[in-house]
């Protein structure tokens, strides 16, 4: 006799400020990730929507508002801009490595100067070397810290750490859990962004189609980088829905007014893997 299918448990929670749009309240659906078939899970409840946040999958179930949109791009199809060509070859010197997920000082002394300069107000402010700890390690499905540094001075000692990004391999994509970078490094501007690109780099090579970027929304200054990267999917609710070039020059032409108005730097920053908070306190698990 076969054992009896076990469907995950989902659980919502309650309404609270939400941290992108002034005015309105979030509420998310979530459910654990664990077990032999964590990873299975978390891919299938990936193309419906859902993020990772340690040992949860969650995504937003708000009552009055549908703005935060799952995106990803396609990162066969990708074709970088002119801006971009020239950020790949601006940080192109940078050495890139796959770590495993273990957090060090060095990683959690640069999310701090991070923090300090793009979200010194933000719920994750107050995270100390724990809390940077399980947001790393307490992983149930197969994930990595990739690290970007400058060139050794000697080729033998680790050049400084100026980057680094919590990542999920997916079936079918790298998806991007949360990125920090030097804050103060003006001779490398768009560092954030190179993180991305070098995403959709690694995820290319690979041989996986999509990079995973989280939730775009409309109307939020810190999550309007994500439309720049082309050709891009959003998840509706028919299903995944390629963007036309036309409707994404639209989002791009939104996106720089809104950074004009703003004031906000639109530099692959914000990242929503633990949505501006220390995720695992706010779902309550």
Known sequence: MTAPVRFPRFFVTSPSPCPYLPGKSERKVFTELRGDHADALNDALSRIGFRRSQTVAYRPSCLDCSACVSVRVLAGEFRPSATQRRNLKRNADLQVTECRPWSTAEQYDLLRRYLAARHPGGGMASMDEIDFADMVEHTPVTSMVIEYREPSWDGVTPGRLVGACLTDRQGDGLSMIYSFYDPDYAERAGLGNF?????????????????????????????AYKVRYRPMERLTRDGW?????????????????????????????????????????????
């Open 241 to 285: 829905h390629r963007l036309s070039d036309a409707e994404q020059d639209a989002l791009i032409s939104d996106a720089a007014a809104l950074q004009r108005s703003q004031a906000e730097p639109l530099d692959g920053e914000g990242k929503d893997g633990v949505h501006g908070e220390k995720q695992r306190y706010r779902l309550g698990v």
């Open 195 to 223: 993180i991305i690109l070098d995403h959709i780099r690694r995820a290319e090579k690979a041989g996986l189609p999509y990079v995973y970027l989280g939730y775009w929304v409309e109307g939020s200054p810190r999550m």
